[in-house]
């Protein structure tokens, strides 16, 4: 009962920030093999949690979690400096999912960013791949956005499963298909389509600098720096502010692309759990499933049908234009409705055609119509079966 008493919440901030901010306190302290002074631990710890404080409340509510976690027996101090009991150990243990590294750098660059991701359990492998560049943001894009790769994570298969991603997206989250692997687009075309998640979309040129652009912003960090975004996924995760006495503090909006912070592992209960990926919210709402895609889109087709009975079909770039025009709600990118084109054709939603004869006539609609899928190239939609 009064280690429940003395493990209380603070009115300083709210449950869920203190169950964060006391675990890495106690993990702080945990390891090495003297723990770490007072004054060590604000300097390390400080980057991470203490960002939103002033110099002075970040010594106080510091000094507050340490005496929490005396009180309760889980750091006693020893010859100036602070070191985890037994149980302290224990608990620290429990936090990180596994046993407490000897320095403070594996512990900050891999656990406490397994923890952010919810990988702590992890087998070792995984984990240790955190600390390269390529592997940490594998791991955020994966847990981002939900993603299956199959294999090693190269960035063709992730830039793939990022376009599935995007795709899904653009029929307003409502398509349960597998479709990573499985769309036939060109490697630009699917590149420009997973481009679609970034808050500023367009062609990042490489399947590596589109990988390290939407790792950067899905952990809020303005640098690609594998350095930098590490810090600030763990500034996402664990980074508390004071709140005024008595309040409530109610979660921050977030940019539509970001992680969602959800359950984190609680110091008092002395077993973590896993954090749930959040999965990117649909770009506008009101978009169709792929079903009434393809309905809205043959309508249109009908609307801007040439040719004769047997063979009526529509340049893709006029339909384009009346769907852009008639749908501005759904605010559909030109490269994600050639893409939803493509995948209601391969679902056999609707059938696309090429243009076999060409000339300086009907040069620009052919240019602006085409749409590459596999090893073809379409620029009509079929009206008549």
Known sequence: MQNAAILEKSNSMDAESVDRLRGLVLTRFACGPRGATKAEAAMDLAPIAGTRFAPGQWRKQLEREISALAAAGLVAAKQGRMEATTAGLHRASAFLGGDVPRRWSEVRDLRLVAIALGLQREPGKRLQSLATPDGLRVAILETSFKLKVKGVATPARLREALAAAALKRAFGNKSTAELAGKLGLSAKASRLLAAQLSRKPRDF??????????AAESTGSSSTDPEAVRLALLRQFFAVAPAKPGSVKRPAKRPPVEPVPLPVPRVEEALPVLIAPASPPPAAVGRPDLS??????????????????????????????????????????????????????????????????????????????????????????????
């Open 205 to 214: 040129g490489t399947d590596s600098r589109l990988i390290a652009i939407l």
């Open 292 to 385: 009434g895609f393809a309905v809205e889109v043959r309508r249109q087709a009908a609307s801007a049908a040439q040719g004769w009975s047997g063979d009526r079909k529509a340049y893709i770039s006029h339909v384009w234009r009346n769907i852009r025009e008639t749908h501005q709600g759904w605010n559909l990118s030109e490269i994600e409705f050639k893409c939803m084109l493509a995948e209601a054709h391969r679902s056999g939603q609707l059938a696309l055609a090429n243009a076999d004869l060409k000339d300086k006539n009907n040069l620009k609609d052919v240019q602006d119509s085409a749409v590459v899928y596999r090893n073809a190239v379409f620029h009509f939609i079929r009206v008549d079966p």
